[in-house]
């Protein structure tokens, strides 16, 4: 008798699946465009096709492993129900098809999930329980009550039917721009890259494979380089702030990446607005990561035709509009300047008619004659200002220079 341990093989992920992926997933989800932005393209000096998977019904990408995975259940699986861990997008996706499949479903969020998400969520029908304040305890949590009620953990990256489902991105992306030779895929757990990356290579074994991870999080970068995972802080691109890299993904990330870069939360803001003014469509933070490691190393991707992946559209519109105005404000079309005037009828009016003659607006305006040294028939003007860009803030500053007014340009301004 043979008594050598006999160990089963790690899962893999072949081409084959991606193809079998998506021939289940025609027809039941949308196939979103690939399309070439001319605006992007000559902003950063290379050709910019965007996958728009902030088109699907639930807003993300997170659609196709997850119908992938339900419909390798079997029916007593079916009937006993499934369990996610989410921070949002794939706990959408699980509850909106379990929901068409007339399957069960809980799905345990982290506390930190922006309301949108845990709202939508509980619209498809789906039991949510919010819980710790990591995906990881999210997940011990999601695996406790698996174990404790019978229901199937469908984990959001690390297994091969999600995998392969999530590789139908690059899949759809080459076959509308086959020209594509550098695929940007923002990375959370990596089964977004590690499926794409699959396709991809299979397709155009030259194409390039870039990941992309927040400053905060960067886990694969961290073990693709041989560091220790130290992960944590505050990020709007809460759908990739991911502790651990799946073991599947990373297997196949080491084969198949080529490199992985990572961004800052100011980059990602600045991909934001640009998704939103530039091609009229919302992106969330994971969502903007491809085209904010494009705008933060413009030179890595000049003259190369670069596949951007648009992974998700789900963010909450107060942050939002915080970050459209941060925006503004950063472009210098919004300013707060302070100005020293005399403490008399009619100089407001007076400054405002400079400011207006610019063809500025006045948005907000406060006194200050109390404190910080100001002289009793003096009085301080903190004035926030709408322009058109930097050239007008600099003229409307001139001409309040020229009348006799001192005037300070305040911090957040393109002008610090």
Known sequence: MNDTLITAAPPVVTF???????????GQIARTPTLLSRTLSNELGCAVWVKFENLQFTASFKERGALVKLGSLTRDERRRGVIAMSAGNHAQG?????GRLSIPATIVMPSFT??????HTQGHGARVVLFGDTLAEAAEEARRLAQAEGLVFVHPYDDPAIVAGQGTV???MLHDAPDIDTLVVPVGGG???????????????????VGVETAGYPALYQQLHGQPVVVGGDTIAEGIAVRDTGALPLALCRRLVDEVHLVDEEHIERAIVMFLEIEKTV????????????LANREAFAGRTVGLVLCGGNIDTRLLASILMRGLVRDGRIVRLRIKINDRPGQLARVSRIIADIGANVLEVSHQRLFGGVAAKSATLEVIVETRDAAQVRDMIAALDSTGYKVKLLEGTTED
């Open 191 to 209: 089964g977004l890259i590690s499926g794409c990356a699959v396709a991809a290579k299979a397709l155009k074994p030259d194409i390039r494979v």
């Open 283 to 294: 992106a969330e933070g994971a969502g903007a990561a491809g085209l904010a490691a494009v």
């Open 16 to 26: 084959a699946d991606v193809e079998a992926a998506a021939t289940q997933l025609a």
């Open 114 to 119: 922006p309301y949108t998400k845990v709202r």
């Open 94 to 98: 699980v509850a909106y098809h379990a």
């Open 170 to 172: 690059a899949l759809e």
